[in-house]
């Protein structure tokens, strides 16, 4: 199983509003980001921290009524999504705090692996996220079973040499990082504590663009 956590805590200080709340199309970008983690996990975590209430009402409305209106469970007896939110009171010491907060929450589901997305990344296909659970599942696989709780693994998407987001994790890495508190950042965090770091090279150009000032939109 993948379990997924959008990072979504910040205060959006350069953009002047919540970024979570911004839309893309007829959906929020926190929205968004939760339907393309769904589309490879059932269980997803949701790290707020700067308005958190507000984000949370906005949040639970959309998606209850996309669920609604796409009920998987009665599909062929599916389980249901879900959504967990988890409040990361530390939000402002920057986002690899609210990545330890949704990692240690989505690690409580055992998955095999962790999908990590910010929420100001809003042009990333569904297929790019498919494509990085294929891999760093597929890569479990030819791991020997006696060693796949220690395999600390990171695979990150990359375009035009250039690298992006969403990160996958092995859940062992995941863990590591979870528990790290002297680590800068959360590329510092993956380079100090994985033992191997793939790259995917993908087409999609929305795993590095980051709408995080008024003056960078575009279109999603």
Request: hydrophobic share 50%; charged share 25%.
């Amino acid at each position: 199983m993948i379990a997924g956590v959008v990072l979504a805590a910040g205060g959006s200080r350069r953009m002047g509003r919540d970024k979570a709340l911004l839309r893309a199309g007829r959906e929020t970008y926190l929205t968004r980001a939760v339907r393309r983690l769904w589309t490879v996990s059932d269980h997803v975590v949701i790290v707020l921290g700067a308005h958190a209430d507000r984000i949370r009402a906005a949040a639970e409305h959309d998606l209850a009524e996309y669920v609604r209106l796409r009920p998987r469970a009665s599909r062929g007896g599916a389980p249901p999504l879900e959504a967990r939110f988890v409040v990361n009171r530390l939000w402002r010491q920057g986002m690899l705090s609210s990545a330890r907060a949704g990692l240690a929450a989505a690690l409580a589901a055992r998955p095999a692996a962790v999908l990590l997305l910010p929420v100001d990344h809003p042009a990333i296909a569904a297929a790019t996220i498919g494509g990085l659970a294929q891999v760093v599942l597929g890569a479990m696989a030819e791991c020997r079973a006696r060693d796949l709780a220690s395999f600390r693994y990171a695979l990150i998407p990359r375009h035009l040499g250039r690298r992006g987001h969403p990160v996958a994790l092995t859940a062992a890495l995941a863990r590591a990082i979870a528990r790290d508190d002297e680590a800068e950042d959360l590329s510092d965090a993956v380079r100090r504590s994985a033992r191997l770091v793939g790259y995917l090279d993908v087409r999609d150009a929305g795993v590095i663009f980051n709408h995080n000032r008024p003056r960078s939109a575009r279109r999603a």
